[in-house]
């Protein structure tokens, strides 16, 4: 039998990750998860929508801006006001910002390239329902396969992502150095913020591929585990 | 036919990383007087005769969708 919560994966034309998400929350989690199609304002009933990576509509004018405008984006909004959690990577970061749902926006890597490798990126904040089962201060190998992950914002943005300690992730090195481990130019080193309400979380880095250590990285599992748990314990 | 050119740009205050793979390209080339290359993009719009209100529709497309006013900045030539 399935566990809760009920997952909901956003597929959009371009979407490519969708697959990872769907396999590690099913095979791996054994949590119920359905695809929800861009164009059906439907959320099957999701506690948690994942809002994938991948090159939503060819990304075509910015990354992100034409899949806010997808029929299944009212809803997400809406489940996000309620307090529902919604975790974008990557492609799925670049649609919250452009959708406002997230502040600031991702822009060209400052070396104009695409870059497809692992990081290291440190948990800054464990007390969120997408980083509960790490520790504060961990630092997780995670893969990243961007060319728009820039983090920008104003200096008014950043000051207060901050003071709140909304800055969740951030990349740094093996030897601690955050400006060095910075692959794409990222204001304030950041890989990971999340909204105000902390039901909303933003990510460049793909926790979705590092799920089995097979593939070089179990770090991403915990994010995961962190959200089935945060679900549980509010459903109670 | 009314013809609108509207241009997209980064923001000053941004690095603009292809900008400054072209003003490379451009000293590669020998050009060194040239100080700065910010790159944008040009969308051509058609809109059907007797549209009115022409700057102020194309302005609120780009507030809603053309332009992403956190990075961007756009300018708006309405052609005829």
Redesign the interface.
């Known amino acids: 039998m399935s566990r809760t919560p009920r997952f909901g994966v956003l597929r959009f034309p371009g979407s490519n990750c969708d697959q990872d998400a769907y396999h590690v929350i099913k095979d791996i989690l054994n949590c119920d998860v359905n695809y929800l199609w861009h164009a059906e304002p439907d959320l099957k009933g999701s506690d948690v929508i994942v809002v994938p990576g991948g090159f939503s509509y060819g990304d075509y004018?910015?990354c992100g801006?034409v899949a806010r405008?997808a029929p299944v984006m009212e809803e997400v909004r809406k489940h996000a006001d309620r307090g529902g959690i919604v975790v974008g990577i990557c492609n799925g970061f670049q649609i919250l910002?452009?959708a406002h749902m997230l502040?600031?926006?991702l822009?060209?890597?400052?070396?104009?390239k695409f870059i497809c490798r692992h990081v290291k990126v440190r948990v800054e904040n464990s007390n969120t329902p997408f980083t509960a089962q790490y520790s504060k201060g961990f630092v997780a190998k995670l893969p990243i396969a961007h060319g728009e992950g820039?983090y920008?914002?104003d200096e008014e943005i950043l000051a207060e992502l901050e003071s709140s300690q909304r800055v969740i992730f951030r990349y740094t090195s093996s030897s601690n150095n955050d400006d060095d481990g910075n692959p794409n130019?990222s204001l304030n080193n950041i890989a990971g913020i999340c909204n105000e309400g902390r039901n909303v979380l933003g990510m460049m880095p793909h926790p979705e591929r590092a799920c089995n250590p097979l593939l070089g990285s179990a770090d991403g599992l915990p994010l995961f585990n962190s959200l089935v748990l945060a679900k549980q314990a509010a459903g109670r | 036919m009314q013809r609108v050119k509207v241009l997209v740009t980064l923001k000053p205050s941004l690095l603009d990383a292809q900008g400054k793979v072209v003003q490379d390209g451009l000293h590669a080339l020998g050009y060194d007087n040239v100080e700065s290359v910010r790159i944008g993009k040009v969308v051509e719009l058609n809109l059907t005769d007797g549209t009115v209100n022409v700057q102020e529709q194309v302005r609120e497309m780009c507030q809603r969708f053309l332009a992403n006013t956190v990075i961007e900045n756009y300018d708006i030539e309405v052609l005829n």
Do not use: D
Request: with cysteine; proline share 5%.
């Open positions: 004018l910015r801006a405008f910002c452009e502040p600031g926006a822009v060209r890597n400052s070396n104009c820039c920008v914002a130019g």
